[in-house]
């Protein structure tokens, strides 16, 4: 399906006219005016038909995924003033998901709020999102899409390859192997310390298909970003060189009018599923996903995330769930290979459109990768159905787990039982926070073995708060070096999109929100079947009920108080994981730039 090229708008429709060249009110106009001038601007520049360009720049020292923006930016920036175009470069609120106390999902909707604000109240007639650690893709993509103005995303890139003695190093996924090498007493604290540094060999993002890889390949996969631009290497020329195309590519989008909700539609996000399973994405993209869904006004669920996305095979060898990293899945071709693959087997909706006016199928058709170890054919892949279960039942309304992860070990002690296939129970341990696991996971009166089920809870949107990465639990030391390398792990909070662990996490309605978690005690017994997608506490409907009262009549389940401001503000607001974790109201402003029209002048 070929696209027919949208009609051009004429200068007069700029939004920035209404700050910079406005006959009918002089007086703002010359006040807006005079003061942009005063660094250099010319008065031709801003009254002169050109489209103002905003950059949503999320590098800073303090971000160092993202840092490597500061120069990619003079790129895009060119890219623009080639195109015609004016840049205005502006800073956004700092997201580091190893940098930020408590948790970098606390920012998410911080970041987007500010956005926001900058998007609706600046004379900005189009935006490049400058995007690459965990949380700076959704929350610019849910920023956009609420203020609906011309946008394009870029990511910074992955980092180069990791190496330790001869092996590759995958950022994040290292951190759990060398946990277990530790507790084992393989390695000392200098060499744990050593090994994960090795991960981190240059500029740019986790280098592994983590939650920073995953977004950003989603971000191109709804056609909000150039294709083939998501994978490219930080320090890559190629990196720079999509910076100055994507530059280029803002200003035509803003004279042909092509917003986020040209592209966001229905089928994009189904397509996004179905690219998220074939990758082996992170378990926090239906979290991200729904939430720029429900802002765009697209109903998604995580039922959705199963129905879509859960018969897809796993395509990409890359850790995670395989062997590579971001070098040779770049160079292997990237998604427009994975789609290519996909588009083949009739799994996308190919005449999606995408930022660059053309389709999915005119995108990828073709792009088939050179490289099979990396990227497998569809029709012999890493591994059958592949996407995430929605599990549901007394413990949770919702939870989601990974199944492209189940590895060899956990399968055959968990889910092989002939006489109860896919389906397992057992007795749980139950800590309140991760402060109480370190505390206490080592210690023998839990009477923790090979069969029990570790429970995560007040680590959700309320109870941390913000949602932490802390639900992939590692066994006891002492069952770590007899070769227990995983139990099953159940939790509200969420995992690194970087862990290979195929735990149950995204737990709504979470324990501080009143959820199944919060009723569970140490020595219940749990059990999880596939087959159904149920989980369920075994216990009588009474007990459950009793506990229940005393729950309430405690006053709910116990937290942690509010530090800041914004978690007090953020907690009173904010809605469950499966909901998107977005701020409850928010998604009723849609569209603002068309349905609420300029703001108000401010003099």
């Not at 002089?26 to 807006?32: F, I, K, S, V």
Request: hydrophobic share 35%.
């Amino acid at each position: 399906m070929v696209q027919t090229p949208r009609p051009r708008i004429d200068a007069s429709r700029l939004r920035s006219r209404l700050w910079f060249d406005n006959p009918d009110n002089p007086g703002m106009t010359a006040l807006y005016l005079e003061r942009y001038l005063n660094f250099g601007l010319t008065v031709g520049e801003l009254r002169g038909g050109k489209p103002l360009i905003g950059i949503a720049q999320t590098g800073s020292d303090l971000s160092p995924c993202n840092r490597h923006h500061l120069e990619l930016a003079k790129r895009v920036r060119e890219g623009i003033t080639a195109a015609g175009g004016v840049a205005f470069e502006f800073p956004c609120h700092p997201i580091q998901e190893t940098g930020k106390r408590p948790t970098a999902s606390l920012d998410r909707n911080l970041a987007y709020l500010s956005l926001v604000e900058v998007l609706y109240g600046y004379p900005l007639d189009g935006v490049v999102l400058l995007t690459g650690c965990d949380k700076t893709m959704p929350a610019c993509l849910m920023a956009a899409a609420t203020v609906n103005i011309p946008t394009i995303s870029l990511n910074v890139g992955p980092m180069l390859n990791g190496w330790s003695r001869g092996e590759r190093t995958g950022s994040g996924t290292v951190v759990w192997k060398a946990r277990e090498r530790h507790a084992a007493g393989d390695i000392d604290y200098q060499q744990f310390l050593d090994i994960v540094a090795s991960s981190a060999p240059s500029t740019g993002h986790c280098n592994t298909m983590g939650t920073a890889s995953t977004m950003n390949a989603l971000a191109e996969a709804l056609g909000m970003a150039l294709p083939g631009s998501a994978a490219i290497p930080a320090p890559y020329r190629e990196r720079g060189q999509a910076a100055y195309a994507t530059g280029q590519r803002i200003v035509e989008m803003v004279w042909e009018d092509l917003k986020p909700s040209d592209i966001l539609t229905r089928e994009a996000f189904e397509n996004a599923i179905v690219a998220n399973t074939a990758i082996g994405g992170s378990t926090n993209a239906p979290i991200h996903i729904n939430a720029i869904a429900k802002l765009i006004g697209v109903p998604l669920s995580c039922d959705d995330w199963e129905r879509v996305g859960y018969d897809i095979p796993l395509l990409v060898n890359m850790q995670p769930a395989g062997q590579y990293l971001g070098e040779e899945y770049y160079r292997a071709g990237g998604l427009p290979a994975v789609m290519a693959e996909l588009l083949e087997a009739g799994k996308l909706h190919a005449g999606a459109l995408t930022c660059n006016g053309k389709t999915v199928a005119e995108n990828c058709e073709g792009a088939k990768t050179w490289d099979r170890d990396v990227i497998k054919p569809y029709g012999e892949p890493m591994r059958e159905r592949a996407g995430f279960l929605n599990l549901k039942g007394s413990l949770f309304d919702s939870a989601i787990m990974k199944t492209s992860v189940i590895s060899r070990e956990f399968y055959d002690r968990y889910l092989a039982n002939p006489n109860d296939p896919y389906a397992f129970e057992g007795r749980v341990v139950v800590f309140d926070g991760p402060e109480d696991y370190h505390h206490r996971i080592d210690d023998p009166a839990l009477e923790i073995d090979a069969h029990t089920i570790l429970i995560m809870r007040g680590a959700g949107p309320i109870g941390y708060p913000g949602a932490a990465e802390v639900v992939n639990m590692q066994p006891p030391g002492e069952l770590i070096r007899k070769g227990v390398l995983s139990l099953p792990c159940i939790g509200d909070g969420r995992q690194s999109g970087t862990s290979g662990t195929p735990s149950i996490l995204n737990a709504s309605p979470e324990a501080a929100a009143g959820g199944g978690l919060a009723l569970l005690q140490n020595g219940d017994r749990v059990r999880i079947d596939l087959n159904t997608r149920t989980a369920d506490i075994l216990l009588p409907e009474e007990e459950i009920r009793r506990r229940r009262e005393d729950l309430n009549a405690r006053g709910g389940y116990p937290y942690p108080a509010s530090q800041t401001p914004w978690q007090a503000i953020q907690r009173a607001m904010v809605d469950q994981l499966s909901e998107g974790m977005i701020l409850k109201g928010s998604e009723t402003f849609q569209r603002i730039a068309q349905t609420h029209g300029v703001p108000r002048d401010n003099h």
